[in-house]
Every structure is written in C-alpha cells, then in structure tokens.
C-alpha cells in the first residue's frame, strides 16, 4: 500500500522549516519530496501532520496550510501512481512543473523564425524558395508599416493573426507602391526586406494574380504549421478575400509560325541564331525553362527526353517522357560539340533568353495583335505578340498545338507535365475557331 507523510526535519525551533514529504510503497520505495511550505516547528504536529490542535494560530491559515498539505499528498500520490519507477529527483521535476506550469512553457518562436524553419524542412527547390522568400521580404515590410503607422511596437504573431490582418495585408500588398511615397522610411532605413541584392527600390503596383499566388504561399505556410501542431490558429478559414488567379485564353504560335522562326536565316546574327534554336528546341519538348537548363546528355533516353519537372518535383515526383521529332534530335547533334557533356545547348541566363526571344519574333518579323489579360489592372490589351513573347510561350506552343491536333487533355498532360484535371491545362481548351467549327459541324 502507498502512503504519504508530512514531517519537517530541523534543529532551530524559533525558524520556519520546510514541510517535507515522503512517499512509502513497501519496503522498496522510499521518495521524498520538499516542499516550499513551510512552518514553525513549535507549531508542528508530528503525529497529525498539521499545525497543533492547541496552537494559538488563526482560523484562515490553519485551515489554508492544512488544505495544503492535503492537497500536495493527493498530486504526490497522483504523480507517482502514473509513473512507475520514477526517483525522487524527477518527482521533485514533476511536482514542481504542476505548481509553477509557466516555468515550463515552451516560448514561441517568432514568426519569421518558424517560417525559416518552414523553408528549411520543407526543402524547396532553388526558384521556389526565393519567390516565397519575396513573400518574407513583404511581410517584414508589413509588419514595419504598422509599427510606424500606429506609433508602437508591431509584430506578427502566428497564434493571432486572423482573417482581419490577413484583408490588411492584402490591402497593404495592392497599395504598397503607394504607401511607399509615404513611408519611404520603410525603403530607406531597411533595404535588406525589400530585396536581397538591391536597395531602396520603389514597389511596383501588383495585380491580383502576384496577390494570390503570394497568399496561396501564406496559406500552404498555415497548413503546414496546423499539420506540425505548431499552432492551431486557421486565419484563412474565414477569409473571403483573393483566393484564385485569372488568366486570359493562352496564345502561342502556329506551327507555320513556329516552323518560319526555325528556318529564318539569322547568319548575320549568329548569337540570335544560337538562341532561336534553342528556343525551337523548348517548342518541342514542351518543358519550363527552368527544366530546359539543366537538361543534359542523359535526359536523352532511348530516343526521348525524359525528366522530372523541377516545379513540382517536391510534390509530384512524376517522370516526364517526350519523344524526339528529327527537327529536334538534329538540334541536339548541332550543338553537341558546343555543349559538352554537362549541357544540351549553350544557354544564357533566363533574363537574356527572354529578351533574346522577343528580338528573334521581330527579326522574323512575328508581329501578329494578340488579346492578352493586364497582369496587373485585370483587364484586356491588344498587344504585339513579339512584345510579350517569352520563354513560357515555347511551352504554351508545345501544349497548344498538340492540343489541336489530338484534342486528349490527359495524353497532352502527360507530355507536358500538367497533372489530369489541371486548372492551368484547362485554359487551353479555348484556344482555337477550328475546333469550335468542328464541333459544330457535328450537328450539320
């Protein structure tokens, strides 16, 4: 049978000495526990283990230090009945951490410092990682506005951050080049949260698609966080505001188009030449740019490209196969010398690429009007479409073109790397009159 007993141990009879404790279960077990209760040995009642019956003592503390030890007897008992075997050391530990339960919690880390170790465990790939980290910089930003526009001391908190701040970091992200003619303070005295490499740079308006995918970032930040117990917080249960990009009807190059660029003779511009080819190149495989330049000599397998899309590679590892035309492979052998073992083409950097592009679109004098959605304002432009070619329209090229000709969204998609049902791949389901006039010939 377990027992508890109360008793004091001390050789001064005129000072206070603490009420000790000791747990007896059989001959074996034998715990002690000292206690910060305390009382005058004179007072003490050995047998009863209380203050002494005749003890001139008021009634309020007699009964409150009674209660106590009562009340200590029952959490040592408790405390040793779900812990078996446990010493009189982490007794002492446990004890202690139910009285003074504030000692032992564990402090928060701040919000920056749980996002960091967000993207360290998550592991995102190199592009990934710097557009969230551009979600970092403006939330610091963020967080420093409100300091200085509400004159006091500012910091965002993961466990109360709620559907409110979240419309006002909305409204903070819309209008921040705004604010900036304000608060160039902001800018001034902290470059290191507006960009990594420049300093006092003006924001630039932005339109509701950088909004969203920004927020779908924040968002997959909070899932992550419930998932790992680090809050239970959930701000965007209740938040209305943008939750889905908006993108106009893709627009790509015909194959007559594509296949004009291909046999230009660029001779007099060899570095245009060397960078259209390429381009060509992209426009047959369907792949991201980002893809494209790290391909080597072993994506090529058994007359294919075969790679896994570095985009999604962290959440759907899936083997993207395409097989190569002869206009590629004999792309590919062009360059082969040039490129050496590490690349398939000799690239420039992506900026450069893209810039590339669209003088190669002029130089073959590419120039057709095409309907494009404003990024930023949402509305519709007529724009050349030499002045907005890029890289990703090689990629549209692939998927649309092959699109026309089969008209199987999951063939194409496996070509292609979009996943089945994919909202980005259903745009191009409106993109040509001839396969609209077909259908309708069906009812003829």
Known sequence: MTTVKAFIRTGKKDKEANIRFRISSGRKVQLFHKSELVVLPALWDDKREQYKSKSVIRTDERARLNTAITERKNLLLSIYDSNPGISSEELEKL????????????????????????????????????????????LQRYELFIAIYEKKEFNLDIDKINSDT??????????????????????????????????????QPRGNNTICALF?????????????????????????????????????????????????????RPHLATQRDIFIFQCLIGCRVSDLLKMTEENIINGAIEYIPHKTRDE???????????????????????GGKRKLFPFISAQKYNDAIKEIFKCCNITRMVTILNPTTGKEEKRPINEVAS?????????????????????????????????????????????KKEVVSLIE
């Not at 089969?406 to 191009?428: I, M, Q």
Request: glycine share 4%; charged share 30%; aromatic share 12%.
């Open 216 to 268: 779908n970032k924040l968002r997959a930040f909070y899932n992550w966080c419930n998932q790992q117990g680090i809050t239970d917080n959930r701000p965007f249960d209740k938040y209305n505001g943008v939750t889905t990009e908006k993108y106009g009807t893709p627009f790509y190059l015909t194959l007559e188009e594509r296949n004009h660029i291909a046999d230009f003779d660029l001779s007099n």
């Open 391 to 435: 890289s990703h329209m090689a990629r549209r090229t692939f998927i649309g073109n092959l699109y026309k000709k089969v008209k199987d969204p999951n063939l194409v998609g496996s070509l292609s790397g979009h996943t089945e049902g994919s909202k980005a791949f259903a745009r191009y389901r409106e993109i040509d009159d001839e396969i």
């Open 166 to 203: 979240l419309e006002d970091i909305e409204s903070f992200l819309r209008n921040e080049h705004i604010l900036y003619e304000e608060y160039p303070q902001i800018y001034e005295a902290f470059p290191a949260i507006v960009h990594t490499a420049r300093k006092n740079i003006k924001p």
């Open 95 to 138: 004890v202690d951490k139910q009285i003074h339960p504030e000692k032992y919690q564990v402090q928060k880390e701040g919000f920056f410092v749980i996002i960091e170790s967000y993207l360290q465990k998550k592991k995102l790939s190199e592009v990934r990682d710097k557009n969230f980290r551009v979600l970092v910089r403006a």
């Open 316 to 338: 759907r590892p899936v083997v993207v196969r395409v097989p190569l035309n002869e206009r590629a492979k004999a792309l590919i052998n062009k360059y082969k010398e040039v």
